[in-house]
């Protein structure tokens, strides 16, 4: 049986995945959460197979969670379910040590797919996130994102919801001093000069949604 958790803030999403995940003999919906930080408590008290995980949740992101997991060397495998299907946007994931990824426009029967591949031990990318990853390796595009460490990209992302350096600190366990070379090092290499221009680059390059995220200065 394989154990899966719900990791997803719009009810109505984790309410479709459930009814249809539930109804395969192999599988049950062990837990379900509304944030990353919730999720990230479910993984490490449920262990499940599979987590499916939204990217864009307010609080801790769907990366800074697939990071986590993977920094800790925790043995359930993410499947990322998003909008999103730019290509360069998933090699960030993947990177990050996502084993799936799913747009959220895939039919039923690619989800169920995707879950017992991944489960499987193998990968998962919906065709098209494929095709535009190869598309994207063979045209030599990169997005400017990639030449941040996961670390630095989990900066990022907080800084862009305004969190203040302390805040940041205490959460990935770093000096406030640490943050800040970061902080610095992230925007030299993305050369930007301003978390505002720093957001906008995110937007635009899907890491996060335009509407949801409080930037700071």
């Known amino acids: 049986m394989i154990q899966i958790v719900l990791i997803d803030d719009h009810e109505l999403v984790r309410t479709g995945f459930r009814m249809i995940l539930q109804q395969q003999p192999d ?3 062990c837990g379900e959460a509304a944030s990353a930080e919730d999720g990230l408590r479910l993984i490490r008290s449920l262990k499940p197979e599979i987590a ?3 990217v864009h949740m307010p609080g801790m992101s769907g990366i800074e969670l697939t990071e986590r997991v993977s920094r800790a ?3 359930t495998r993410i499947v990322v379910v998003t909008v999103v299907d730019d290509g360069r946007f998933p090699k960030r994931l993947l990177d990050a040590g996502a084993s799936g990824y799913l747009t959220k426009g895939c039919n039923a029967d690619e989800l169920v797919t995707a879950v017992r591949q991944v489960a499987g031990g193998r990968r998962y990318l919906a065709p098209a996130v494929a095709q535009q990853l190869a598309l994207a390796t063979l045209d030599g595009k990169a997005s400017p994102f990639d030449s941040l460490s996961s670390r630095e990209l989990e900066v990022a992302m ?6 203040p350096l302390t805040m940041i600190g205490e959460q990935l366990n770093l000096s406030p001093k640490t943050v800040s ?8 290499k993305l050369r930007v000069e301003h978390v505002l221009e720093l957001a906008h680059l995110m937007t635009t390059h899907g890491l996060i949604d335009a509407p949801n995220h409080r930037v700071g200065t």
Do not use: S
């Open 73 to 75: 060397d925790l043995a």
């Open 52 to 54: 499916l995980v939204d």
């Open 181 to 188: 070379t970061y902080k610095q090092r992230l925007m030299e």
């Open 158 to 163: 907080m800084l862009v919801r305004g969190k």
């Open 27 to 29: 599988m049950h919906i």
